[in-house]
């Protein structure tokens, strides 16, 4: 394995704190991929060099890391919470999707992808860049802001409060009483308006439907997020016990220079 040794190590690290230390110059990730770019510089120089100090990564920098992971998680969640009555729809075939009411097995994959991909690629493609991720003191501490403070966290506040919408409208906006008043509505605006008026029977079927979508939609939504959280933490466990092990191996057979690899 390449390894940096003595004084070209310490090079290697000083050559890295004047972009994140405090000040003008302070690595504040906007983006996503940028927060992981960030991320994985740090741990190929750990790798390499040994632990960075974790005053590396500052207090602004550690909250710019957590509101990238905040703010996509606002945005996948929101795109599923919307979306997702809709796909169920697809797969109930109660809405029509490519033109038809009774979509094959390809379609409703799609219509499903449409609700829950942004979400599960997100953790499927941050567990696959962190898998074999060495992860000392600094990039521990950006990982952590990233992905738990950042995303499981979050998912987990968002789940609550998607689940509680859902049930809300379906118990609440769609109960029974509500579903007759508003199909006697819908039906006597029909009567007035269209050639052929909708009965009221035809109205309240379609509400029963949509709130049965609904209470489907919140249980969906928590498996999904339950799936979400569990990649990533699979992906952490095993960037930590990987770094444990690449230490332990280090330690083994270059026993005088752990000094570069000191476990926080």
């Known amino acids: 394995m390449s390894l940096l040794e003595g004084r070209g190590g310490e090079m290697l690290k000083d050559s890295y704190r004047p972009t994140v230390l405090g000040g003008s110059d302070s690595i504040k990730p906007k983006t996503l991929f940028h927060a992981i770019s960030e991320i994985e510089r740090w741990s190929y120089t750990e790798r390499e060099a040994g632990n960075l100090p974790e005053s590396i990564v500052t207090q602004p920098v550690y909250w710019s890391f957590m509101a990238v992971g905040w703010a996509n998680t606002f945005m ?13 729809g697809v797969i109930s075939e109660m809405f029509p999707i490519f033109g038809t ?53 979050p998912q987990i506040l968002f789940t609550f409060f ?19 008043s508003m199909a006697i509505a819908l039906s006597n605006w029909s009567m007035q308006f269209l050639k052929n008026p909708v009965p009221p029977k035809e109205f309240l079927t379609f509400f ?26 699979v992906g952490y466990v095993r960037a930590c016990k990987k770094t ?21």
């Open 101 to 153: 009411k009774t979509p094959g097995l390809f379609d409703k994959a799609i219509a499903l992808i449409i609700s829950i991909g942004p979400s599960t690629m997100t953790a499927l493609f941050l567990t696959l860049l962190f898998w074999n991720l060495f992860m000392g003191r600094a990039t521990k501490k950006a990982v952590n802001s990233l992905v738990i403070q950042g995303i499981v966290l």
């Open 208 to 233: 029963l439907k949509a709130k049965k979508i609904i209470i489907k939609s919140s249980f969906t939504f928590m498996v999904i997020a339950l799936l979400k959280v569990t990649i990533l933490l």
């Open 244 to 264: 444990e092990k690449f230490i332990k191996l280090y330690v083994k057979y270059f026993p005088d220079k752990d000094k570069f690899l000191e476990v926080a």
């Open 76 to 88: 996948t969640s929101a795109i599923m919470f919307l979306t997702l009555p809709l796909s169920i």
């Open 162 to 180: 998607a689940v509680f919408l859902y049930l809300g409208i379906a118990e609440v906006i769609l109960s029974n009483k509500n579903c007759w």
